[in-house]
């Protein structure tokens, strides 16, 4: 298997990627759909995804009940992914996700470096009451095991508000490679690059992305920060997204696109600022917005189910299910926006990577 060395790893990183973040294949009996779970992996290495990250929120963060299935997923990933990748040849980098307090994220953390992950997307919705201090700490203590990528979760699905001292403070440690900025809050998205403008590295920490209600305009968007120093430019390079889970060969154009305006400094067309708007329309009926995202992971499980990458839509969760009207609203936007589909590119290899 050809593994890319954690500098060059971090390098890619650095240099703005599709990241999607890996849904979860279950059979109806809650078993790992071994089959679907290969097909969605090869899935994201044919698109033309730079990395892949695993055990974050979209592969269920129940997967940590049970004995044994969070070292199952991501060793079942890695060897998925570096088989398929050989073939390819185009190396992928892989992110695992850390949770919950120190003893149970330290022991993630050294899984994930044995099993040959780069870096970790660290979670810190279980130290919800700590202080700056023991976050910071925290993290410190995650990066010493692995490479820190940070996690901003919105609160509607577990996450919890971080202060721009948190971010100044985590952008500073050493062994940090990122953030995925994830709040769904323009106001929180703005704390975090004053936080990392502030720290004195942010030119070596990537920002990424995790908004999936506004990918487009954060991958456009010259960001004017005045820090306590400096007032500097700062660019989001990349995504790591449960979005960018379906319809991946479209997300890479996209981001591809993006990034090229970026880069130009040119004008923003008006074209853009409508595609934008019409990947804000499709995310809001895969994750749910209407009912606070309570059907978010089978509503991606539901555009996979259709395209044959998945075989159901079932979740770990038996209370976790698409909210009535959810199907028809998913619907509704492939209807209205087929021009972001990757159907006919599926349609051509589900065959191979099912096989």
């Known amino acids: 298997m050809s593994i890319l060395s954690v500098p060059e790893a971090r390098k890619r990183f650095h240099n703005g990627l599709v990241i999607p973040a890996m849904p979860l ?3 109806p009996q809650r078993r790992l759909d071994q089959q679907s779970q290969r097909a969605v992996l090869r899935y994201y290495v044919d698109a033309g995804a ?3 990250a695993v055990g974050v929120h979209s592969t269920q963060f129940a997967i940590r009940d049970t004995p044994g299935f969070y070292q199952r997923i991501l060793e079942f990933a890695y060897e998925t992914v570096g088989e398929w990748s050989d073939r390819r040849g185009r190396p992928m980098v892989m992110i695992a996700g850390i949770c919950g307090e120190r003893e149970q994220a330290l022991s993630e953390a050294r899984l994930a470096r044995s099993r040959g992950y780069h870096a970790a997307l660290v979670s810190l919705a279980a130290l919800r009451n700590a202080s700056v201090d023991l976050l910071v700490e925290h993290i410190r203590a995650v990066s010493r095991e692995i490479a820190v990528i940070g996690f901003y979760l919105q609160t509607a699905v577990g996450g919890m508000m971080l202060s721009y001292d948190f971010w100044r403070r985590f952008a500073a440690l050493d062994d940090v490679w990122g953030v995925k900025i994830a709040p769904f809050d323009r106001y929180a998205t703005l704390t975090v690059l004053r936080g990392i ?11 990424y992305t995790g908004n999936d209600d506004t990918i487009v305009a954060d991958l456009l968007t010259p960001f004017r920060v005045v820090g306590t120093q400096r007032t500097r430019t700062m660019r989001i390079c990349g995504g790591l997204l449960g979005h960018w889970g379906v319809w991946t060969k479209r997300a890479v154009e996209i981001h591809r696109q993006c990034r090229e305006l970026a880069d130009s400094e040119a004008g923003v067309p008006a074209g853009m600022l409508t595609l934008a708007a019409e990947i804000t329309d499709m995310n809001g009926a895969i994750f749910d917005a209407a009912n606070g ?3 978010c992971l089978p509503g991606i499980h539901e555009v996979l189910r259709r395209q044959g990458i998945f075989g159901g839509v079932t979740c770990l969760d038996r209370e976790e299910r698409m909210s009535p009207g959810q199907s028809e609203e998913i619907t509704r936007v492939c209807r209205a926006y087929p021009h972001l589909t990757d159907d006919d590119f599926v349609n051509r290899h589900l065959a191979e990577w099912r096989g």
Not at 200 to 205: C, I, L, N, P, Q
């Open 25 to 27: 294949a279950l059979t």
């Open 50 to 52: 730079g990395g892949i």
């Open 197 to 207: 403008a502030d720290s004195g590295r942010a030119d070596e920490v990537a920002l």
């Open 293 to 295: 995202y309570a059907g």
